[in-house]
């Protein structure tokens, strides 16, 4: 006879853990927008120094451009003229092309001007010898019209670094055409007082 199975104890039953009470979230506040009570920051200042900082990024856009302009524009082509002859004070010619001296008014090489006792002299001629007697046999490097070179044309001349209209001017010998224009004001006004060239007759 088989032996009956012995029953076996229950389980205990299982014990239920407490559960920890989650912290609640701190309460968030309110969104200007949801007040309608609520202060706006002012923006006042921060559109001073936005704008501000657009001004100063445009002047600085600016300041390149124009630097860029400058670089972009080509210096002017020059010339070496030789064998000059000095027609007067302020007209070059060589080889058949006349140069008339830019910015300067000078006279003819016939022209006479009144000196301290009131006798003319011939200042004309003077005007001639000292612009002659500074190019001498040396070649003189002139500017060319954007155009090009040209029979007869107004330049800017110079002869070993020296520019010829501001060397009359200050010798006395042409006055400028601008009479404010510097350098050649400037160079008027020293040769006046010092009486030289064509203003040692003047008061």
């Given at each position: 006879?088989?032996?009956?199975?012995?029953?076996?104890?229950a389980?205990p039953?299982?014990?239920?853990?407490?559960?920890?009470?989650?912290?609640?979230?701190p309460?968030q506040?309110?969104?200007?927008?949801?007040?309608?009570?609520?202060v706006?920051?002012?923006?006042g200042?921060?559109?001073?120094?936005?704008?501000?900082?657009?001004?100063?990024?445009a002047?600085?856009?600016?300041?390149?451009?124009a630097?860029g302009?400058v670089?972009a524009?080509?210096p002017?082509?020059?010339?070496l003229?030789?064998?000059i002859?000095v027609?007067d004070?302020?007209t070059?010619?060589?080889?058949?092309?006349?140069?008339?001296?830019v910015?300067i008014?000078?006279r003819?090489?016939?022209?006479?001007?009144?000196g301290?006792?009131?006798?003319?002299w011939r200042?004309?001629?003077?005007?001639?010898?000292?612009?002659t007697?500074?190019?001498?046999?040396?070649a003189v490097?002139?500017?060319?019209?954007?155009s090009?070179?040209?029979?007869?044309?107004?330049?800017?001349?110079?002869?070993?670094g020296?520019d010829?209209?501001?060397?009359?001017v200050?010798?006395?010998?042409?006055?400028p055409?601008?009479?404010?224009?510097?350098?050649?004001?400037?160079a008027?006004?020293?040769?006046?007082q010092?009486?030289?060239?064509?203003?040692?007759?003047?008061?």
């Amino acid at each position: 006879i088989a032996a009956s199975p012995t029953a076996q104890p229950a389980p205990p039953p299982l014990q239920s853990t407490p559960t920890a009470a989650l912290p609640s979230a701190p309460p968030q506040a309110a969104s200007p927008e949801a007040s309608p009570h609520a202060v706006l920051p002012s923006t006042g200042e921060g559109k001073r120094h936005l704008l501000a900082g657009e001004k100063a990024e445009a002047e600085r856009i600016a300041a390149l451009n124009a630097k860029g302009a400058v670089a972009a524009t080509p210096p002017p082509k020059t010339k070496l003229y030789y064998q000059i002859t000095v027609r007067d004070g302020g007209t070059l010619e060589s080889g058949g092309v006349v140069i008339r001296l830019v910015g300067i008014a000078a006279r003819d090489a016939e022209a006479t001007c009144k000196g301290k006792d009131g006798k003319p002299w011939r200042c004309g001629a003077a005007a001639r010898g000292a612009l002659t007697h500074l190019i001498r046999t040396r070649a003189v490097t002139c500017e060319l019209p954007k155009s090009g070179e040209q029979k007869d044309f107004a330049a800017r001349c110079t002869v070993a670094g020296t520019d010829l209209s501001t060397w009359m001017v200050r010798q006395g010998w042409a006055e400028p055409n601008v009479p404010s224009e510097p350098p050649l004001a400037d160079a008027a006004q020293a040769a006046k007082q010092e009486h030289a060239g064509l203003w040692r007759g003047a008061e």
